[in-house]
């Protein structure tokens, strides 16, 4: 368990954990209409240059917590191409947390960034 591999998947997986409900409350807080689960999945794709892109079925527990909470509303629609979707929009309270959480994100940011400072430069 020591191979550096390992644990840069460990420590990304760690990572991408506290920041993908944070991202997809940013990618619906910009979006015009509601949107179902393999356009988020691409508009994250596209935006976050990879970074949070993975695999797309992970995304759905997400969003339920999400709607869960109140932070995001969905319904169902009947698809021409396949199974019915689902599509998710941000509720007022969701914007109220995302504004929240935007404001945690980057006083930690810019607490680990103070910490760095200077290594590898």
Known sequence: MND???????????????????ALLAVLSKAEEPMYGYLIAKQLERVGEG???GKQSALY???RNLEGAGLLDSFVEPSMSGPPRRYYRIT?????????????????????????????E
């Open 61 to 63: 527990p997400v969003l």
């Open 51 to 53: 970074v949070l892109s």
């Open 92 to 120: 007022e309270a969701g914007r109220l947390t995302l504004r929240e959480w935007i404001g945690a994100w980057r006083a930690t940011r810019d607490s680990v960034d103070s910490v760095l400072l200077g290594i590898l």
């Open 4 to 22: 550096p591999d390992i644990q840069l998947k460990k420590f990304q997986k760690e990572l991408s954990a506290g920041t993908v409900s944070l």
